[in-house]
């Protein structure tokens, strides 16, 4: 009895390890290490304050800028930008693949932005790229993050999605193609996830 015991142990531990074994080899190429897949997505968004059929609107408007006793009599860039703390914004914004608006649509940006700071152009985002074209058409990334429109480029956090991108984690980058705070423009975006 203690041998059929032993053997039925022997055995489990064996099938155990076996299926560690596999399961752990299963991310690797060349058995030495792992290697995670990354995708990268290029378009363009189209963000419009003021056209005629705009996509994106102020809907809370924030607070004049305070006074600022350091600036100068021609300095009136706290008090003549179009955007204000605690200003919220929401859009549902064309993706195209070129930065033209006549450019084959891929899918939506669609969020809203709140502006966190007190002085500069500091936004809280929250925004959700719907895919509506191509092989990930139904699909979608949820992106997350501080975004600093005057930096030259931007980077934010890829923190999950749907369909095609469960489970997505990764990056975006983000830089003004043709870009007005006022009327809005053209932003070029970069997608990178493992």
């Not at 064996?14 to 690797?28: D, E, I, K």
């Not at 005629?52 to 924030?62: D, E, H, Q, S």
Request: no cysteine; aromatic share 8%; hydrophobic share 40%.
């Amino acid at each position: 009895m203690a041998s059929s015991v032993s053997t039925i142990f022997l055995i489990s531990s064996v099938l155990l390890a076996v299926a560690a074994y596999l399961h752990h080899g299963a991310g690797r190429s060349n058995g030495s290490s792992i290697v995670a897949a990354t995708t990268h997505l290029h378009f363009y968004m189209h963000d419009d304050y003021a056209g005629l059929r705009p996509t994106a609107a102020l809907i809370v408007p924030g607070r004049p800028p305070l006074a600022d006793t350091t600036t100068t009599a021609g300095d009136h860039e706290a008090t003549s930008s179009p955007r204000r703390f605690g200003d919220i914004a929401v859009m549902n914004n064309a993706l195209t693949e070129g930065p033209s608006l006549g450019s084959a649509r891929v899918g939506s940006a669609q969020g809203f932005t709140v502006r966190v700071a007190e002085r500069g152009a500091v936004n809280a985002l929250s925004l959700h790229l719907v895919m509506e074209a191509g092989e990930y058409a139904g699909s979608s990334l949820a992106v997350t993050g501080r975004v600093d429109t005057d930096a030259a480029v931007r980077e934010s956090v890829i923190v999950g999605g749907t369909g095609h991108f469960r489970f997505a984690r990764g990056y975006a980058l983000s830089r003004s193609y043709d870009y007005d705070l006022a009327k809005g423009g053209v932003v070029e975006i970069d997608v990178y996830l493992q």
